[in-house]
């Protein structure tokens, strides 16, 4: 989804994608995509994080041109605007799971379990 997973941000990317396959799978295609989403989610607020973090830091520290408060407060709303789209997309993969893994299907914990066991 990233296009290239090589940096920084493809590496959160993947190992969120792996946490949320342990804990959420196996996928259907719908569904891993879906995850891909809010995969992509969560790189989006690991960035504002380092983001916010480099602006506070130029603002206490700067020797230059330094960002004003209101931009660095700025960062922090769109950080939790990050953080809020993250939560929402996690809840909603947790009610499609559910729907998939529910008692509807009784092998669901089957699969999951070879699923699992396939992918060590």
């Known amino acids: 989804m990233l296009g290239n997973h090589g940096g920084a941000a493809g590496k959160w990317y993947d190992s969120h994608y792996r946490a949320l ?11 891993r995509q879906y995850v891909g989403g809010v ?16 602006a506070q830091e130029a603002r206490a ?9 209101s931009a660095v407060e700025r960062l922090r709303r769109r950080q939790g605007l990050a953080w809020g789209s993250y939560d929402q997309a996690v809840r909603r993969l947790e009610e499609l799971s ?23």
């Open 39 to 54: 995969a992509v989610l969560w790189v989006q607020f690991r960035e504002v994080m380092v983001a916010v973090k480099v």
């Open 61 to 69: 520290n700067g020797k230059e041109r330094r960002p004003s408060a």
């Open 98 to 120: 559910a729907k998939s893994n529910g008692s509807g299907d009784p092998l669901a914990n089957v699969r999951r379990a070879v699923e699992e066991a396939n992918s060590r």
């Open 21 to 31: 396959r342990q804990r959420f799978g196996p996928f259907d295609e719908i569904t």
